[in-house]
Every structure is written in structure tokens, then in C-alpha cells.
């Protein structure tokens, strides 16, 4: 999804503070990104910081158990987490969406002027650099995690155009079953490594970009519709952003669901291949068009193998 930032019509909203909030046990609430969105109205809504329920770790069996949220999150001007820990890449607004990026947002002690926050784990993009292409080594003793950076896996990253007037919110689907095809992996969509999800950013427009909670907490909401989960249904998540919008469908946006398969086999040559279908990799993708003017939504499908 590309959001406006620009379009004084949209507004940002993080989870808020568990009723009863208290620091490191009770800052948040699970909840699905499906139950968020109907309990606060938004129009547009993905997984965002990494969490701790109490009890149930990073896959609570239910709602309304009380998490600890991994880094800084902030909501309409209110500390949901304080910065702290080995989550430390923070994409910052304050009440106008006026967007940084803070990678090493281990203890930020003033707030003043932050309206919303969240926290990822690292970079994946930065100064429109894919860091994990070209200094695999150097992150990786940085952010040492054989799962994440070696396996495919569902992801969610959030990104910044270089001038901040776009937030890019992209979910990659991943960990789904086969049904026959592919020819590097079991699944027909496996999920992407760090690398494939910088790629991914920067051919859509982003500068700078951080990788948020993934795996079994990705998923998506645009309209009311679930465009992208790793499973079969919407899980349990301890955090995220929302989007709401002053009218529908009266901004510039494109929303998108991407299943990656055989992207264990290396990283494709690149949208306009893709699109061409000469990268020799299958991928299947969808945009949701949402014209400037008018109300029609317009879909797109296309796969290239």
C-alpha cells in the first residue's frame, strides 16, 4: 500500500494503550488486524512491532492477552512502549505525518513532537541502498537470526519515499502449502528473504525501509478486505498501524499482496522482468487501483513464470 502522506485526509493511527496499560507487560491487547479494523473504523491496517503475549510468546491462542511490545511505539501522542531493547528501527510521525527514520532507537528519551511510532527490527533499504544484497556479513553479525535471514518466511515491511511523501505498508505472503508447482521449495509461496523484500520496496518507490514483525503476525486490511495473511486465517498480533481516511477513495494509493514462489532460488532481475516474465522465477502479485478521482476500484492480476 502507498499512503499520501501529503493528503491532509489521511490520518495515522498506532494501537493504543491497553485499558490498565502497565510498562512491559500490559502495553498492549492482542487482537487480529480483521477485529482491529472493525473496532476503530480504519480503512487500511498491517501487523506492525514485534510483541511478547502474556502468556503465549509471538502467537497468542487468542484476543485480549496482555503483550509486551519489542521497541518504541507511540499512539496519537501517548508512549505505548518505550524504546528500548534489539528492536530499534523506528519510522516517526508527528501530527501532520511529517515522517523520519530513526535506526537506532535503542533509548530515546524525547518524545516531543512524535505523534506515532513504530518499530521494526532493521533495515532493509536505506538511503535506497538494499543493505542485505550487498553487505549480507556486516547485518547479519549486526542482527544475528539464522530464521530470518536465511529462511523464507512471511514478511511485513514499512518504507519511505525519499522526499517522506509516501509510506509504503507491504506485506509478503509466505509458509502456504503446495499445490504442485515450483521447483525451488515446497510451498507455492514460501515467503522472501531480506534481500527479495528490499527489492521489492525499492522498485515500488521506497527510499528507505524497515523490516517489521513478520511470520505468522503478517497480514493486511485495505476496505475491508484481507489481502495478505501467511495462513489460512487472520492471527493474533500485538501491535500495528492503521490508516483512516477523511473520504474513500479520494487519494492517490496503490495497495498490494505479493506471492513469492521459488524466491529461494535467487532474486529476480527486477519489475520490468518480472512484468516481461524473462527473470526465469514465478511470481504472482495484485494491485489495487484506487483512482484519484471517483469511486471505483479497479483490480489487476498478473503472473509471470
Avoid at 513478520?214 to 486490511?221: P, R, V
Wanted: proline residues 4%.
Amino acid at each position: 500500500m502507498r499512503i499520501d502522506l501529503f493528503n491532509p485526509g489521511v490520518h495515522l493511527f498506532a494501537t493504543p494503550q491497553a485499558p490498565g496499560w502497565a510498562a512491559q507487560s500490559r502495553e498492549t491487547l492482542s487482537e487480529s488486524i480483521a477485529t482491529f479494523v472493525r473496532n476503530y473504523g480504519v480503512q487500511i491496517a498491517a501487523d506492525a512491532n514485534f510483541y511478547t503475549a502474556l502468556p503465549g510468546g509471538s502467537d497468542p491462542s487468542s484476543e485480549g492477552i496482555p503483550c509486551e511490545v519489542d521497541g518504541f511505539m507511540m499512539s496519537t501522542g501517548q508512549v505505548v512502549s518505550a524504546a528500548e531493547g534489539s528492536r530499534t528501527a523506528s519510522i516517526l510521525f508527528d501530527s501532520t505525518n511529517g515522517a523520519s527514520v530513526l535506526l537506532n532507537n535503542s533509548s530515546l528519551g524525547n518524545t516531543a513532537g512524535i505523534y506515532n511510532a513504530v518499530t521494526g527490527y532493521y533495515p532493509v533499504l536505506t538511503n535506497g541502498v538494499n543493505v542485505w544484497a550487498l553487505y549480507f556479513n556486516a547485518f547479519y553479525n549486526q542482527y544475528p537470526d539464522q530464521t530470518i535471514h536465511y529462511t523464507p518466511q512471511p514478511r511485513t515491511a514499512y518504507g519511505l519515499s525519499q522526499d517522506r511523501r509516501f509510506l509504503y505498508m507491504m506485506t509478503i505472503d509466505g509458509r502456504q502449502p503446495s499445490s504442485g508447482g515450483g521447483t525451488c521449495g515446497s510451498g507455492y509461496s514460501n515467503g522472501a528473504l531480506d534481500a527479495e523484500t528490499a527489492m521489492w520496496m525499492l522498485q515500488f518507490g521506497a527510499w528507505d525501509s524497515i523490516n517489521m514483525d513478520g511470520g505468522g503476525s503478517t497480514s493486511n486490511i485495505m476496505d475491508g478486505t484481507l489481502e495478505s495473511v501467511w495462513g489460512y486465517s487472520a492471527s493474533e498480533t500485538g501491535s500495528g498501524l492503521q490508516i483512516s481516511l477523511a473520504a474513500p477513495n479520494t487519494f492517490n494509493n496503490f495497495g498490494l499482496a505479493i506471492n513469492q514462489v521459488d524466491n529461494a532460488c535467487a532474486i529476480g532481475n527486477g519489475f520490468t522482468g518480472l512484468l516481461n516474465g524473462v527473470d526465469g522465477f514465478g511470481y504472482s502479485f495484485h494491485f489495487i487501483i484506487v483512482p484519484a478521482h471517483g469511486t471505483k476500484t479497479v483490480t489487476l492480476k498478473y503472473k509471470a513464470i
